[in-house]
C-alpha cells in the first residue's frame, strides 16, 4: 500500500484518506488541508505498512468508494470522526454495494479501454481531467482482483462511520444499494466522484 502526505506540519490534527480503487493522490490534491495534517492511502495490492499515527490527538478517517472497505483493515486508534463517501463497507455485494456479477464481469472484461470508460463514468458530465492518476494499467487490473480477496476478511476494526455521503447519479456503485446501507445518508447532485464540489477537506468531516 502507498501513500502520500499532502500536508505533514505535526498538527494535532490529521485525516486519514483511504482512497478509491486505481488512483493515487491526483484527485483530492486541490482540496485545501487547511489546520490538517493529511495522509492520502492508495494502491492496495498489498495492505503492508508500518506506519503509526500515535503523536495525533485527533484523528479523523475519510473513505471514498472502495476504500470504505478497505479502512475496515486498519486499526489507527481512537477516531474522532469517520466520513464514507460513495462507499460502503460491502462495497462488493448484491445488496450493500456493487452487484457480485457485475463485478466478475468487469474483471474478466478490463483491459485499457474499458479502464479509460471507467473513469469517464464517474462524472456526470465529461470528464474534467484526461487523466485520473499516474498508476500503470496493470498496477490498477491486479488491485481490482485483489479486492475480491479482501471483500471476504474480517474487519480489522469496525469503524463507525459517523457520516456518509451518497452521490444521486453514482454510476459505479448503485444508488439504491448505498441507501440499503446508510439509510439515511447525506445526498448529493453528483457522480461517483464528488471531489470537485469541495474546496477543503474540513468540507467532508
Known sequence: MNYKWLKHTNSNSLIIFFNGWGMDDF??????????????????????TDISFDEYSE??????????????????????????????PNVIDDKYGIPERIYNL????????????????????????????????????TELIKMLEYKDREPVRKINFTKAIVSDSDRIIPYNNQINYWKTPVIIHAGHCPFLLYKKWAELL
Open 27 to 48: 484527485i483530492v490534491s486541490s482540496l485545501d488541508c487547511c489546520g490538517f495534517d493529511v495522509i492520502v492511502f492508495y494502491d492496495y495490492n498489498n495492505l503492508d
Open 106 to 141: 468487469t474483471v474478466k472484461g478490463f483491459n485499457e479501454l474499458s479502464a479509460g470508460k471507467f473513469m469517464a463514468r464517474m462524472f456526470i458530465d465529461t470528464p474534467p481531467f484526461e487523466k485520473f492518476s499516474d498508476r500503470i494499467f496493470e498496477s490498477q487490473k
Open 59 to 88: 484523528k479523523h478517517i475519510i473513505a471514498w468508494s472502495m476504500g470504505v472497505m478497505i479502512s475496515q483493515l486498519f486499526d489507527f486508534g481512537d477516531i474522532k470522526s469517520a466520513t464514507a463517501i460513495c462507499g460502503t
